[in-house]
C-alpha cells in the first residue's frame, strides 16, 4: 500500500488545533503504524497526525535510529503535553512540512512531558537537547503552529516568498499534476 504523503506548507490543514484522541481504536493504532513507515521513509525524527491530514493529538517519534549503528526505537505519543519547561537552547529545525529550508529557533532547553501509549498507559518523560526539541516542535504541529512560526518575520517571509515562486515553478513545469487538485 503506497504510504501516506505528508502535507506540505502552506497547506492550511498544518494550521489546524487537533482534537485529544479518546478511546485509543485499531483504528488510532493503524494510523501510528501509518505515521511509523512515513517517518522512516521520508526520513525524520518525527511526525505529527496533522502532518498526513488528521486533525488528531497523536505523534511518532524516533530521536536516535539515524545515528549509527542504531536500532529503530519507534515511539507513540498520544495526546502528549508538555508540564515543564526549563532553560533555553538554539536548534537548527527542519521539518517534513516545510521544503527546503532549516532555521534557528528558540526552544527550551529542558521539557517534561507527559502522554499515553496505545495501550493507554500514561508515561512521563524529561528530556533535554535534540529530544526536548523534538518535543516542542512535534507538539507545536498539533497546535497548528509551525517552526517558522518561531523566527524572525523577515526569515520567515523570505522563506514564503521562495516557497511560492518554488510552487509556481512546478505548476508550470507539471501542469497535468496541477489539474488533478492535488494540494500542493
Ligand atoms: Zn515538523
Not at 83 to 104: H, M, N, R, Y
Not at 109 to 134: F, I, K, N, P
Not at 144 to 160: A, E, N, Q, T
Amino acid at each position: 500500500m503506497a504510504l501516506r504523503p505528508v502535507l506540505q506548507f502552506p497547506d492550511p490543514r498544518l494550521k489546524r488545533k487537533s482534537d485529544p484522541v479518546g478511546e485509543i481504536t485499531d483504528e488510532i493504532r493503524a494510523l501510528a503504524q501509518d505515521m511509523i513507515e512515513v517517518m522512516y521513509d521520508e526520513p525524520g525524527i518525527g511526525l505529527a497526525a496533522p502532518q498526513v491530514g488528521e486533525a488528531i493529538r497523536l505523534v511518532v517519534m524516533d530521536t536516535g535510529w539515524t545515528e549509527e549503528g542504531a536500532e529503530k526505537n519507534p515511539l507513540v505519543l498520544v495526546n502528549p503535553e508538555i508540564l515543564a519547561k526549563g532553560g533555553e537552547i538554539t536548534w537548527t529545525e527542519g521539518c517534513l512540512s516545510v521544503p527546503d529550508f532549516q532555521a534557528d529557533v528558540e526552544r527550551a532547553a529542558r521539557v517534561r512531558v507527559r502522554y499515553r501509549d496505545l495501550e493507554g498507559r500514561e508515561h512521563e518523560e524529561d528530556a533535554s537537547e535534540l529530544r526536548a526539541v523534538c518535543f516542542q516542535h512535534e507538539i507545536d504541529h498539533l497546535d497548528g503552529v509551525l517552526f517558522i512560526d518561531r523566527i524572525s518575520r523577515l526569515k520567515r517571509s523570505l522563506y514564503v516568498q521562495r516557497r511560492k515562486k518554488a510552487l509556481e515553478r512546478e505548476r508550470e513545469e507539471a501542469p497535468a499534476a496541477a489539474k488533478t487538485g492535488r494540494a500542493l
